[in-house]
């Protein structure tokens, strides 16, 4: 969210010192710093996209724990900070000196005019693994135990994550523009919103189902209050736990575990079964008991044989 946040500010920002205007409309001075903008604005961009995409696959990670779906996701998740890594470096290190990307003035030397080029791997590799990620979960929705409806349902919901595919594809057509148009106020604003938008998309995309519970009814926003959580319980070979605060799925539990096996119990459950137990082991107790001897009451002139009889002073038991 702060990142999007940011995306919105140093949007309004560059559209003050010219964006979206043709470049004989804006000074020099207001058209230097919409380029560096523009430039630091794009690894501010890539630096979103990773960590949307990281925040995607953690939240697969918790709602599907099966060892080998997040061994996947963990090779995933390797391979995104690699990407991180290296697209981060290139746009610094593939034109120098670095002000010469923003500054007309300047020559730069290295390899300037592969620029394109770097950004259009990146949004090859972006596009891609995009589609990977939210193709990731749809093979697991088969094997859950919900009615017809509700897979097409979380189908629809998980495919929603094409749309910032599509997006982030047109996006690409617009760059080779904004990197060498003369018009660059003009023509980078086109990228500027595609990006933004990709963003917003993203976001929307993730939240989706962290919203579910506040659209199910009042129980599923109690359930959500009180703090929807993933639960794991291991019995009889079968490992159980929460797709969300509704639905659960059992599925074979790995074939290593050869340890004992038990449920996984609330606290609440457990105190009430000691209590059950208190309570039959003091009814047998008091049955098994033998009768009491009477003892003497005070002031009352009477013996006290049991708990529901007593011996008056004339000598008869009531």
Request: hydrophobic residues 45%; charged residues 15%; positive net charge.
């Amino acid at each position: 969210m702060l990142m999007l946040l940011g995306s919105v500010i140093g949007v309004a920002i560059a559209i003050a010192f010219g964006l979206g205007r043709h470049v004989v409309d804006v000074s020099d001075s207001h058209l230097s710093v919409l380029l560096t903008l523009m430039w630091f604005s794009g690894l501010g961009y890539h630096l979103t996209i990773i960590i949307l995409k990281c925040a995607f696959i953690l939240q697969y990670r918790r709602a599907f724990p099966l060892p080998a779906f997040q061994r996947i996701c963990d090779i995933f998740l390797g391979f995104i900070a690699c990407w991180f890594v290296a697209f981060f470096i290139a746009p610094i290190v593939i034109c120098l000196p670095v002000r010469s990307q923003w500054d007309p003035e300047i020559i730069g030397q290295n390899f300037c005019s592969s620029r394109w080029q770097v950004w259009l791997a990146h949004g090859i590799i972006h596009v891609i693994t995009d589609v990977v990620i939210f193709a990731m979960p749809l093979p697991l929705i088969k094997t859950l135990p919900l009615t017809k409806p509700q897979k097409i349902t979380l189908t629809a919901v998980f495919c929603l994550g094409f749309i910032t595919c599509i997006i982030s594809a047109i996006r690409i057509s617009t760059v080779h523009r904004g990197l060498f148009d003369t018009d660059a106020s003009w023509v980078m604003a086109k990228t500027v919103y595609w990006s933004v938008g990709e963003i917003t998309c993203a976001m929307v995309c993730l939240c989706i189902p962290v919203l579910r519970p506040l659209l199910g009814g009042r129980a599923n926003l109690r359930r959500w209050r009180s703090g929807a959580h993933v639960e794991v319980a291991e019995t009889r070979g079968h490992a159980h736990f929460t797709l969300d605060s509704t639905q659960t799925w059992t599925a074979p539990a790995p074939s290593h575990r050869t340890a004992s096996r038990g449920s996984v119990r609330s606290s609440r459950d457990i105190e009430m079964r000691e209590n059950t137990q208190d309570r039959r082991h003091e009814e047998a107790k008091r049955t098994s008991d033998p009768p009491t001897t009477g003892t003497e009451s005070s002031g009352a002139g009477s013996m006290w044989k049991s708990d529901d009889s007593y011996q008056r002073a004339d000598g008869s038991w009531s």
